[in-house]
């Protein structure tokens, strides 16, 4: 439909923009709205009117019941269709307890990581977190840190169960170094080079 750049003629083609959608056969029931609700299509305005009572009253109502049946079954069909395609890639969500340890996906905290120098580099999760609180089963509470400044409610597809690390793996975190309000880290030697 035509707007002006005002758009200020939004309302003289309303009526006809309802119409064009109450007469288009939609892609998941096959048939247009006016028919599924009213049993046939609409009036175009220069077909003659019928005079005098109705005799297929019967007919009408046996056509809007058939009608109503195939859409119906349509409907059935695209919903089974979209639940497919939407729950291929989705699978069962781990069961957390209180007190287990997670791991928070770094993909959405970007605003937080402005300060790293490039974003390949950085470490794809943070943590290991707490469980302070089991929302639902697509929500849990974390006890962060005060420096992430995130909601502590998080959807389970942004953690992960936290692994401990491997027997003579280094387990303590060397001591950071605060300069000019960055937290950075001492070298000892560079092993190698490009």
């Given at each position: ?54 005799t297929g ?65 950085t470490e ?41 690390q491997v ?28």
């Amino acid at each position: 439909m035509f707007i002006d750049h005002r758009q200020e003629q939004w309302l003289e083609w309303l009526g006809t923009t309802e119409f064009a959608y109450n007469n288009k056969v939609h892609s998941s029931t096959w048939i247009s709205p006016f028919k599924a609700n009213h049993g046939q299509d609409p009036r175009m305005g220069f077909e003659g009117r019928k005079k005098g009572k109705y005799t297929g009253a019967e007919k009408f109502i046996e056509k809007m019941k058939e009608i109503q049946e195939k859409t119906k079954a349509a409907l059935g069909k695209a919903q089974e269709d979209m639940k497919k395609y939407a729950n291929r890639k989705r699978g069962e969500a781990d069961d957390y307890r209180v007190g287990d340890l997670v791991i928070l996906s770094t993909k959405d905290l970007k605003y937080q990581m402005v300060g790293r120098r490039t974003e390949k580099l950085t470490e794809r999760f943070m943590g290991p977190y707490k469980i302070k609180k089991i929302i639902s089963s697509n929500a849990v509470e974390l006890k962060l840190s005060s420096t992430i400044k995130i909601h502590l409610v998080v959807n389970v597809s942004k953690i992960h169960r936290y692994v401990g690390q491997v027997e003579g793996q280094r387990k303590e975190q060397p001591a950071s170094v605060i300069i000019k309000g960055e937290e950075e880290w001492e070298v000892k030697r560079i092993l190698n080079k490009r």
